[in-house]
């Protein structure tokens, strides 16, 4: 039988961590909090861990449409001058393929986390099913 997916919460902060972890936890989705690097990383070897939110401003936003998610995929690289002109541009391939395992009854969600290491930026998009992570697609690393 397979482990149910979870979702890990970094954060130096207690309070961060806390709410973070009631507001997930109020939706259905299981949560592992985490401080530390060494939780992190026995949190990420031995749990099933699907999505991770890490410190300082995290957004989740949704349920969205496909068609607004798709609109705001447009709108993001409209900017771009070498870009293709397509929802989600360079990852529209994966954006496809993604989209594809969106069933009935699925939530699709954005999801933004701003940290102080050495990451920066991570958002994306997941696949929320039968109060789960089902799938990511992660838009911005930086």
């Known amino acids: 039988m397979e482990a149910t997916p979870?979702?890990?919460?970094?954060?130096?902060e207690l309070?961060?961590?806390?709410?973070l972890n009631d507001i997930l936890r109020q939706e259905g989705y299981e949560t592992i909090c985490a401080s530390?690097?060494?939780?992190?990383?026995e949190g990420l070897g031995t749990q099933n861990i699907s999505l991770v939110f890490c410190d300082r401003e995290v957004?989740?936003?949704?349920?969205?449409?496909?068609?607004?998610?798709?609109?705001?995929?447009?709108?993001?690289v409209r900017g771009c001058e070498h870009c293709p002109q397509v929802p989600f541009g360079y990852v529209s391939r994966?954006?496809?393929?993604?989209?594809?395992?969106?069933?009935p009854g699925d939530a699709l969600v954005f999801f933004h986390c701003e940290t102080k290491g050495q990451w920066g930026l991570l958002e994306g998009y997941a696949i929320i099913r039968n109060g789960k992570v089902w799938r990511t697609l992660i838009g911005a690393i930086s």
């Open 6 to 12: 979870q979702i890990l919460i970094v954060s130096s």
């Open 15 to 19: 309070e961060h961590r806390r709410k």
């Open 36 to 41: 530390r690097v060494s939780e992190c990383e």
């Open 59 to 76: 957004v989740v936003r949704g349920p969205l449409s496909i068609r607004a998610a798709e609109e705001e995929g447009l709108r993001a």
């Open 94 to 103: 994966q954006w496809q393929e993604f989209k594809r395992h969106i069933r």
